[in-house]
């Protein structure tokens, strides 16, 4: 009786999300967002050629089924795909589909889309790509959008002169996700995010500009700001 029950709760649930995939607006607006990127809801409406109110219902239906999440950056909303699972699922269906994923075409000046200060600390691709090695080497554990430092993260941190303990006192989050508004992926925030900036800064990796956000990072920078954090 238990197994029939699991076998018909199964079903019901697959045909609730594959209700969900099966209108064209809510199907675009998920591939749309394989690519990793974040989107708002007006950017996910013009994608799906709908109205924002028609958007907002589809947006709501996407969530409440699991297959999206909100994530909430100042002012904005930004919606992703709710997990890897749900990219993999869209996937498979496309390949199955014969559809080719979109791609993310970014309108930030060039200049500011390579580096930036966010606050105190670093946006834009150098940040992501520093963000995601991070997790990639484990030197940062946590999958909360809230970080820790591994015991393989902080002796590496150790290692290039970077005194972590005190910034854990401070009275701000250590190290967290922020969602880069260029990239529309994460980049490193917090404390720890700040903190790798002004090593940027003094070991010239990073220079900042002149009344401008903007940072100058040239190849030869990026190449040392990434072997510094653990880059092969």
């Not at 209700?19 to 394989?34: F, V």
């Not at 958007?55 to 709501?60: D, F, K």
């Not at 889309?113 to 992501?128: F, I, K, L, S």
């Not at 002169?161 to 006192?169: N, Q, S, T």
């Amino acid at each position: 009786m238990d197994a029939g029950n699991n076998v018909n709760t199964a079903d019901t649930g697959l045909a609730q999300l594959a209700g969900a995939i099966a209108e064209p607006a809510r199907a675009r607006m998920l591939c749309s967002l394989l690519d990793g990127h974040a989107r708002t809801a007006t950017e996910l409406s013009v994608l799906a050629e709908v109205g924002a109110s028609t958007a907002s219902a589809h947006l709501t239906r996407l969530c409440k089924d699991g297959l999206l999440t909100v994530v909430a950056q100042g002012k904005h909303r930004y919606f992703r795909l709710a997990s890897v699972e749900v990219a993999q699922a869209l996937e498979a269906l496309l390949v199955v589909a014969g559809v080719p994923r979109p791609l993310f075409t970014p309108s930030t000046p060039d200049r500011l889309r390579h580096a930036r200060t966010c606050y105190d600390h670093m946006a834009g691709t150098v940040a992501v790509a520093l963000h995601d090695q991070l997790l990639a080497q484990h030197w940062l554990l946590g999958d909360d959008g809230n970080y820790r430092l591994s015991e393989a993260g902080a002796i590496g941190m150790a290692a290039i002169g970077m005194a972590v303990a005190p910034l854990a006192g401070q009275r701000r989050r250590f190290a967290c996700a922020c969602l880069d508004w260029s990239e529309r992926r994460f980049h490193l925030g917090g404390a720890l995010g700040a903190a790798v900036l002004q090593l940027a800064l003094r070991q010239g990796w990073a220079e900042r500009e002149l009344d401008s956000r903007a940072l100058k990072v040239s190849p030869a920078g990026q190449q040392r700001l990434l072997a510094a954090f653990g880059a092969s």
